[in-house]
């Protein structure tokens, strides 16, 4: 059974950072695009970043260029978003995808983590 778990969500204020965890079990993701997305109440799912399974390729949405970092770690199966110079826009659950092929398309991923809550205060 593949799994996807998010951790390292939480409380900061306008301009703290944080960085989210992604560890991936149930399968081997070392040869797996890996990326971030996030939906905000009321407004559709955006994308945040993606990192192709070698790590020699990523890209990011517009709203966070300049301010988060993806990385991975393929011998723990694990991927992270350092965030950093926070927003309260920022303020939605951050999910993390996981697909063998898709890259610029991940928002149609094979795997999708739970979910984690990325609250910013102003």
């Known amino acids: 059974q593949v799994k996807l778990v998010e951790s390292g969500g939480g409380l900061v204020q306008a301009g703290g950072s944080l960085r989210l965890s992604c560890a991936a079990s149930?399968?081997?993701?070392?040869?797996?695009?890996m990326g971030w997305f996030r939906q905000a109440p009321g407004k559709e799912r955006e994308f945040v970043a993606a990192i192709k399974w070698s790590g020699g390729s990523t890209n990011y949405g517009d709203s966070v260029k300049g301010r988060f970092t993806i990385s991975r770690d393929s011998a723990k199966n694990t991927v992270f978003l350092q965030m950093n110079s926070l927003k309260p826009e920022d303020t939605a659950v951050y999910y993390c995808a996981a697909d063998r092929t898709r890259y610029n398309t991940l928002s149609k991923a094979d795997y999708w983590g739970q979910g984690i809550q990325v609250t910013v205060s102003s």
């Open positions: 149930g399968g081997t993701f070392s040869a797996h695009n």
